[in-house]
């Protein structure tokens, strides 16, 4: 009969460590959804809605633009398309402008995919770059910009989206 009361002791101590854990399990997660989502009290964030696209690394000279692009974020479903790459001037002179239909034609060889997963590739209305794509697309330019001269890389997403990018042409 001893056993008996003993086993009862211990399930009890069980269900009480067992609710303990509940408790706290959930006061971490509702935590972590506050600080990094702003969703019990506040204006709900969702980071993944919209594309987020990262231009380090690129550089001109005055022929190629070797355009480097890292999608950081936004959905996995179906990622970004890039619909448009300009140069211009801080003036506002446009230098060259490469819309979907160009970048649509792009070949295969002019674009270095850093991973063998995700790629960048051409598409129907200008370059798809998959969530996760990190790559350098090579495009050359028609009209030679002088080195030395500050120029702001813009690339579009056909839901109009803008990255803008300040850079100097190297010789």
Known sequence: ?????????????????????????????????????????????NYSKKPDLVLTGTHVTPHMLDLEVYNTGGSGVYGEFTSMVALTSSAGKVYEIWNGQQLHKISKESIHNVYHFEKIAPGPHGLIVPLSAKGTIRLAI??????????????????????????????
Not at 26 to 45: D, E, M, R, S
Not at 146 to 161: H, K, L, N, R
């Open 1 to 45: 009969m001893m056993a008996i009361k003993h086993e009862a002791v211990e399930t009890k101590n069980q269900k009480r460590q067992a609710l303990g854990m509940l408790i706290v399990g959930v006061v971490i997660t509702l935590f972590t959804y506050q600080v990094f989502h702003h969703g019990l009290w506040g204006k709900l964030v």
């Open 142 to 171: 028609n009209r030679p910009i002088p080195p030395g001269t500050q120029v702001t890389v813009t690339v579009e997403d056909v839901s109009g989206i803008k990255w803008h990018m300040l850079t100097t042409v190297q010789p």
